[in-house]
């Protein structure tokens, strides 16, 4: 289980992972996402040293728009992630990945309210440990609750938007 959260978090073997299951095609790594999927519960349900218990954590998306109204209008409703997703408690870390990544958009997802969703520091095992990643299992459902415009240093927009994650009963289908 630890050998894939290292072959996640250390190699490109990511890039790829999310890259087929954003289109949805689960078919190329089902081992390697298994063993993921299990890390991430297995340490979650171990995690008793959240200080401060569950952390806000942040997520920093380059070249994209956001549209909040795709992802939900309530509470009751989520946009399920289709893949694993990659965050951070420091801020700092997400908006440093928006700028490097960002042409003229930009999206920074904040969320505060998390506490049942299965994520998992790998901070400590990661090939990056400054960045003090969290790694959220994959249909994890968002549902913005507020969302606020910026300008980027780039010139364009950074749409900053304040997420609820967990399970939706009545959620759309995985974001590509």
């Known amino acids: 289980h630890i050998l894939a959260v290292m072959l996640y978090t250390g190699t490109e073997v990511y890039s790829d992972l999310r890259k087929v299951e954003r289109q949805a ?23 008793t040293t959240d200080s401060p218990p569950n952390p ?19 509470e009751s409703v989520g946009q399920v992630l289709g893949t694993f997703t990659s965050w951070s408690v420091k801020p700092a870390v997400a908006l440093d990945f928006l700028e490097a990544n960002a042409n003229s958009q930009g999206g920074l997802l904040l969320v505060a309210d998390h506490i049942d969703v299965p994520h998992a520091d790998v901070s400590w095992i990661s090939k990056f440990p400054d960045e003090e990643e969290v790694l959220v299992c994959r249909f994890a459902q968002l549902c913005v609750k507020a969302t606020h415009v910026s300008p980027l240093a780039s010139g364009g927009n950074l749409l900053m938007a304040q997420c609820g994650v967990g399970i939706f009963p009545d959620a759309e289908e995985p974001v590509p």
């Open 25 to 47: 095609d689960y078919s190329k790594w089902p081992v390697l996402a298994a063993f993921l999927e299990h890390a991430i519960h297995l340490l979650w349900l171990s995690n």
């Open 56 to 74: 806000p954590f942040y997520h920093g998306m380059g070249s994209v728009t956001l549209d909040p109204s795709k992802f939900c209008a309530s």
